[in-house]
Structures are given as C-alpha cells and as structure tokens.
C-alpha cells in the first residue's frame, strides 16, 4: 500500500536492533485517517470472507482494529494481557513473547468472545518472528473458530514471521513489507 510506505519512508525512524519505530502515526500517536484506508483496503482484500470478528491483542493492535472493524462491521476482540490464571477455565490462554519488550506475557480471551461459529480476521501492527500472530492462531484453534486472514501494516520481511505463517497456508495480507533497513544510514528498502 503506496500511502502507508510513503508515510513510513517520511515519519518512520530504524533502530538498532532492527526494531522501525512508527509512533508519531501507528502505534502511539495514530493517524485515523490512515488506518481508516488501510481499513478500506483490507475489506477489499477479504470481501471474499464471511469474517464474524476482528482479533488483535493488546496494546498496540486495538486502535487499528478498532478503526477497520467498521470497514467490516463486526466486533472487535483483543487478547488481554494477564497475570491471572486461567483457574475457573473461563478464558483461552497462552503465551506471547514480546519482540519490543523481550517478555513472554500470558494473554487471554474470555470463551464468551470466540465460539467455533466465528470466522476470525486478526489484525497487528507488525509482524516480525511471528511470535504474537502464533498466540493468536493458537487461541482461534483452542475455540474451534476459523482464521480467515491475517492482515499486518508492517511486515518486517526479513526477519521469519511471514515465511512462518505462509507455510501453515494461512492468507496474510500485509500492507508494508520491508525488505531491508539500515539503523545507521535511516533507509528502508521495501519489497
Ligand atoms: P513478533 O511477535 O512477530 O516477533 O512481533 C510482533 C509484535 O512485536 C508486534 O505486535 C509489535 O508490537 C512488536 N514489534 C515487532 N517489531 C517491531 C518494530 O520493528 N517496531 C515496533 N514499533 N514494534 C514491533
């Protein structure tokens, strides 16, 4: 998507450790009007799915799911991060290791929210080992729901997250794939 890789190539800045830091648009302060094409996009992309609800998990994800959900017009769900414990067997659970923070959290999603009659579209709003979209697709399994797609603003393409979740056959409809970038020169190559 032309737009969000020119506004990434404007405002988006590398740091070390391969991290691309986007927060004066995507994840901290967030440009609306931006996700709200990149919503238009994605319903264009899956108009073909007969998608129930939007998953995604906190923090990041909930405000770009929040504003393509009403490109879909179903609800919005995120996994929780938690420090509580699954005791009364209400919630899925699993476990996500934070690239940004190197923490495994523990994320939950009440068994209220997904029922195997849902089909799921998650959204992020990056993918990098794959790490987080695992936690997910690991909760849409224990519910018995059925993942539709997967739809990420950034793909980091170099790390292995993309090339995880394609080999399990699953469609993944990222916006921005990064091919390469550079934390000393700032330059982002994009596939
Ligand atoms: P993964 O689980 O695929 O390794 O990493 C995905 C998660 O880590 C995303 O939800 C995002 O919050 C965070 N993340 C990974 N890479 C980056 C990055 O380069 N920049 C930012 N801002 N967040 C990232």
Redesign the pocket.
């Known amino acids: 998507m032309k737009l969000l890789e020119e506004r990434i190539r404007k405002d988006g800045t590398v740091k070390a450790g ?5 927060d004066s648009f995507l ?1 901290h302060q967030m440009d609306i009007d931006l996700f709200n094409e990149m919503g238009k996009e994605w319903a264009h992309l899956f108009a073909d799915c007969p998608i129930t609800k939007i998953l995604t ?1 906190e923090a ?2 909930i405000g770009i799911a929040c504003v393509v959900a009403q490109h879909f017009h179903v609800p919005v769900v995120f996994a929780k991060k938690t420090q509580s414990l699954n005791i009364d067997g209400e919630v899925y659970s699993t476990k996500i290791q ?3 923070h190197k923490k495994v959290y523990d994320v939950i999603v009440s068994k209220k929210f997904i029922t195997p009659e849902d089909h799921i579209l998650i959204i ?10 695992e936690g997910l697709l690991e909760i849409v399994g224990e519910a018995g729901a059925t993942v539709e797609g997967i739809g990420i603003a950034v793909e ?1 393409g170099f790390q292995k ?1 993309g090339d995880l979740i394609r080999s399990k056959g699953i469609r993944l409809e990222s916006l921005a794939i990064v091919e390469s970038m550079d934390a000393e020169t700032g330059e982002i190559v994009f596939r």
């Open positions: 391969n991290v691309l830091k986007v994840n998990v990041s994800g934070s690239f940004t992020d709003d990056f993918l990098a080992n794959g790490c987080a979209l980091k997250g």
